[in-house]
């Protein structure tokens, strides 16, 4: 396992336990707008304004293939390299983008890693966005 992978893996667990035990989401990430709202510990993916989309597909997923925490570590990174592709070419900001930007961008590193993860091929991925 390369070190970056195992960065980002405690990266993961920190996200997945701040889910968990941040009372007010009660452990569900759909609800990181509200806590955000109320200033409380988010996970920006990619933005604050969007950080609930990719943590609710990937756990929603998590729990409906029943994929372990390593597989959902991987979809992470499928997500990150496309929201690094998109916050390089255009934008992943609301202020800079409006809404679509940031909410959009979300959506597009959530299809991709939930395509990769169902064994989809890089052409395949790439669609998805």
């Known amino acids: 396992m390369r070190l970056s992978r195992i960065v980002l ?4 667990s920190l996200a997945l336990a701040a889910c968990g035990s941040n009372p ?3 452990g569900d990430p759909k609800k990181s707008a509200q806590v955000n709202a109320h200033m409380g ?3 920006a993916a990619p933005t604050a304004g969007a950080a609930g989309v990719v943590p609710a597909v990937l ?3 998590r729990d409906l293939r029943g994929w372990p925490e390593d597989r959902i570590v991987d979809g992470m990174l499928v997500a990150g390299g496309v929201g690094a592709v ?5 934008s992943i900001s609301g202020a800079g983008g409006g809404c679509q930007a940031e ?3 979300a ?7 939930v395509t990769y993860l169902e064994g989809g091929e890089p052409e395949q ?3 998805a966005i």
């Open 103 to 105: 909410t959009g961008s």
């Open 24 to 26: 007010p989401t009660d």
């Open 86 to 90: 998109i916050a390089q070419r255009a």
């Open 41 to 43: 510990l988010i996970v």
């Open 125 to 127: 991925v790439r669609q």
């Open 9 to 12: 893996a405690g990266v993961v």
């Open 107 to 113: 959506a597009a590193m959530a299809a991709a890693s």
């Open 59 to 61: 756990l929603t997923m």
